[in-house]
Nanobody, 119 residues
Framework: QVQLVESGGGLVQPGGSLRLSCVAS????????MGWYRQAPGEQRELVTT???????VYADSVKGRFTISRDNAKNTVFLQMNSLKPEDTAVYYCRADVPSGVIYNVYWGQGTQVTVSS
């Protein structure tokens, strides 16, 4: 069982920045594929960005050039730096870990952190 704890959400004005953090339990964090997803009210949860264990990253078109995912494997932590925030970025942001277990991956989610972009 892997536990994920997010932090760093809050209220920010349009054009502002926030950095989210997600700390994972376990001893093999370097092998985890990590990702950030978000869910706005009345909407489905959507991919924001992912970072695989071998360093590949993917970004949703809506956040390219504004958001950056990074990870500190020594601290079991993945970050999401969000710049030039827009009201449409308002959502609950969730951290996700895909953890290898033999030939399969087990998926774990954090509890979510609220990001509100408003003037």
């Amino acid at each position: 069982q892997v536990q994920l704890v997010e932090s760093g959400g809050g209220l920010v004005q349009p054009g502002g920045s926030l950095r989210l953090s997600c700390v994972a339990s376990g001893n093999d964090f370097v092998l985890y594929d990590m990702g950030w997803y978000r869910q706005a009210p009345g909407e489905q949860r959507e991919l924001v960005t992912t970072s695989t264990s071998i360093g590949n990253t993917v970004y949703a078109d809506s956040v390219k050039g504004r958001f950056t995912i990074s990870r500190d494997n020594a601290k079991n932590t993945v970050f999401l730096q969000m710049n030039s925030l827009k009201p449409e970025d308002t959502a609950v942001y969730y951290c996700r870990a895909d953890v290898p277990s033999g030939v399969i991956y087990n998926v774990y989610w954090g509890q979510g952190t609220q990001v509100t972009v408003s003037s």
